[in-house]
């Protein structure tokens, strides 16, 4: 029994550090396409900051309230739902067609990456014990950076192909 604990646990680290790495790399994928998007739905680069500011207003007010849930429900559930509303809006963003269609996926994305963090820190509190948290957290947030450098790329890289490629990054995550 104690191995098979064990064993899911790792399992849920894996698949919590591919989510990870996924909700970083979609986030910074606008990152490193902005000045071709703003170019190509025609708005200026200022708004590129309203468009993260935006992003990061829904995140924070997001997350509260999908902790207050996953402290009460099944915390896979609850990753699941922010991951299903977060891949919907990175899908949108590969369709926006002006600014404020980008600005409204930009919004729901969000609120869908604000609910995956903390339901996921805990899902592992869970399986692994005090002595070993502090280590697989660490090395869950490492799939933070990895996620930021290849959205970042993956980003400037799409954007750099032609006109309207960025969308296929967007539809790629």
């Excluded at 708004?47 to 902790?67: N, Q, R």
């Excluded at 995956?116 to 948290?133: G, M, Q, V």
């Excluded at 993956?154 to 309207?164: E, I, R, T, W």
């Amino acid at each position: 029994f104690q191995r098979r604990a064990a064993g899911y646990a790792t399992y849920a680290y894996y698949v919590l550090f591919a989510i990870n790495f996924l909700n970083y790399l979609d986030r910074f994928i606008l990152t490193g396409a902005a000045n071709t998007v703003a170019h190509e739905l025609n708005f200026g680069i200022d708004k590129v900051g309203i468009l993260s500011g935006a992003f990061t207003v829904f995140i924070i007010l997001s997350a509260i309230p999908f902790g207050l849930w996953a402290d009460r429900a099944k915390r896979k559930n609850v990753i699941a739902v922010s991951v299903a509303i977060w891949s919907l809006a990175t899908g949108f963003t590969a369709l926006a067609g002006n600014f404020i269609t980008l600005l409204l996926s930009r919004m729901v994305l969000g609120i869908g990456e604000g609910g995956y963090s903390p339901p996921s820190n805990a899902l592992l509190s869970d399986y692994y014990s005090r002595p070993k948290r502090a280590k697989i957290l660490s090395r869950l947030a490492t799939a933070l950076f990895i996620g930021l450098m290849a959205g970042i790329i993956l980003g400037g890289v799409a954007a750099g192909l032609g006109h309207g490629s960025w969308r296929g990054a967007f539809v790629f995550t």
